[in-house]
């Protein structure tokens, strides 16, 4: 079995959450260049036309970016591991129920309810989601 000690991987870690926020700072950045500039009226798709025009079929994406942004930036960590594929599935069929359900609802939903789902999202992500495993070093 491999052991995953937190303390060596630190460094690790800090790097993989730097790369991570600046991949998404790059994103939004580009997005506001593109619709400042006015090229979201043309072809080309910026992530917030896109988001704009499906907001509500998409529902599951904000559920999911909740949970990413959690397991990336809050991990909880816990002394004994517990069984990784029963959150992950459990976390995927929500993605699933809210992929469906979101070409159901009706097509304008109030910030308040994308704003609960990403915070759904998150707290299932905590939660239900496996944790690193916390072992005291025995050097």
Do not use: C
């Not at 929500?94 to 992929?99: A, C, D, F, Y």
């Amino acid at each position: 079995m491999i052991r995953f000690d937190i303390k060596k991987n630190e460094k690790s870690i800090k790097i993989a959450k730097i790369v991570v926020a600046s991949i998404l700072g790059l994103m939004v950045l580009a997005d506001i260049i593109l619709v400042a500039v006015g090229i979201s009226n043309s072809e080309v798709p910026t992530f917030s036309r896109v988001i704009e025009e499906n907001r509500t079929g998409l529902i599951w994406l904000n559920f999911l970016l909740g949970g990413l942004v959690s397991k990336i930036f809050y991990n909880r960590k816990v002394e004994v591991k517990r069984k990784e594929i029963s959150g992950v599935f459990a976390f995927m069929a929500v993605i699933v129920i809210l992929g469906v359900l979101g070409q159901l609802l009706p097509e304008k939903l109030d910030n308040s309810v994308h704003f609960a789902i990403m915070i759904a999202g998150g707290l299932m992500a905590h939660f239900a989601w496996p944790q690193f495993i916390v072992h005291e070093s025995s050097t």
